[in-house]
């Protein structure tokens, strides 16, 4: 099966700027994930969907980070503006509904780089 | 909120030399615990599991971890590691019950293994 899909994979840009990142989720996985990974540091969720309804968001910076996922399949994260701290993988997940939370799927990452 | 501490940033062993990751986790409840792999340059994922019953698990590729609940550790372990298992490695914590019920991951462990 295909996996996560993320689009682009690597984004240079200038502090203020914005920026916005694209997933597409395994076919069926109704529940999606938007991780941040800092240099040297693990994975720290940003937000969790299950379909096009937000489950956890208590960790996404709100007053620039946004995400959306308006018909239940793809989904966007968009951060406006963008600070120097802000560069980081941003990782997407999925898993299919009911399922534990280690049976998610990672996608490759989009690398950010904010000069 | 759960946290999860991984002792060393770098590891840099010989071919059949042994393996062991430290981890620690707080959070006193109940918990899943996990390890991921990221090999260089592909995804995240799973390497093997704990939820209950004997504290010592098996993962793919000759992995192991241990539980040590007295000790709130899950530590990785490989006893001939080979040139293959050079990847980062991430401890990750479920904590059952706890708010948003979500994936806390460790900074990550670099491991090289040289030929």
């Known amino acids: 099966e295909a996996g996560v899909a993320q689009s682009p994979r690597y984004k240079i840009i200038e502090k203020r700027q914005s920026v916005a990142f694209w997933c597409n989720p395994i076919s069926g996985h109704a529940t999606l994930y938007w991780y941040q990974q800092i240099l040297g540091q693990g994975p720290k969720l940003l937000i969790q969907f299950q379909n096009n309804g937000v489950v956890d968001d208590s960790q996404l910076p709100k007053d620039r980070f946004s995400a959306e996922r308006l018909k239940g399949v793809d989904s966007t994260l968009k951060i406006q503006p963008a600070k120097l701290e802000d560069s980081a993988v941003y990782l997407c997940?999925?898993?299919?509904?009911?399922?534990?939370?280690?049976?998610?799927?990672f996608g490759p990452g989009t690398r950010l780089l904010v000069l | 909120a759960q946290s999860v501490s991984q002792h060393n940033h770098h590891v840099i062993l010989s071919e059949a030399a042994s393996l062991e990751l430290g981890c620690n986790y707080s959070?006193?409840?109940?918990?899943?615990l996990f390890w991921y792999v990221q090999y260089p340059g592909q995804h995240l994922q799973l390497l093997l599991k704990y939820f209950s019953g004997d504290p010592l698990v098996k993962g793919i590729k000759g992995f192991e971890a241990e539980f040590i609940k007295s000790k709130f550790s899950f530590n990785l372990r490989k006893p001939s590691v080979q040139w293959s298992d050079t990847a980062e490695y991430f401890c990750?914590?479920?904590?059952?019950?706890?708010?948003?019920?979500?994936?806390?991951f460790g900074g990550g462990t670099r491991v090289l293994v040289k030929p």
């Open positions: 959070y006193g409840g109940t918990v899943n």
């Open positions: 990750a914590v479920n904590a059952l019950r706890a708010a948003g019920n979500k994936l806390t």
């Open positions: 997940a999925s898993r299919l509904p009911g399922q534990g939370e280690e049976t998610q799927y």
